[in-house]
């Protein structure tokens, strides 16, 4: 886990030593991605799976051919459009995920 990159979505960090920071978000990672919380981020990530699929797919063969976008171009749009939209929508939902566990921890510390 990168904490710089990590930190900066977290200010209420910004005070504290690095060993610290990394500390606080490696606990807040290990409590929200528990074993008990194991079959609720296998779903999110069936449904993730099945939402890209599904634009993916409409993109290649609804969109493209009627747009009259040849398969190279639609494939180009999948792969610079919709494949880094998916990563940057995964990336918020972590951050969202160990939000509530970071102000919990920081919150347990003071």
């Known amino acids: 886990m990168n904490v710089q990159l990590l930190s900066k979505h977290f200010p209420e960090l910004n005070g504290l030593s690095d060993t610290e920071r990394s500390s606080i978000?490696?606990?807040a990672h290990e409590r929200a991605y528990?074993?008990?919380r194991k079959l609720y981020h296998w779903r999110r990530n069936v449904v993730s799976l099945v939402c890209i699929t599904a634009v993916a797919l409409f993109i290649a063969l609804i969109a493209g051919p009627?747009?009259?976008?040849s398969r190279p171009t639609t494939g180009a749009i999948i792969m610079v459009v919709v494949l880094?939209?998916?990563m940057v929508i995964r990336q918020r939902q972590y951050i969202g995920q160990l939000r509530p566990e970071v102000q919990a921890i920081t919150r347990d510390r003071l």
Do not use: K
């Open 34 to 36: 528990a074993p008990e």
């Open 25 to 27: 978000l490696q606990r």
């Open 66 to 69: 009627a747009l009259s976008i």
């Open 84 to 86: 880094p939209a998916f």
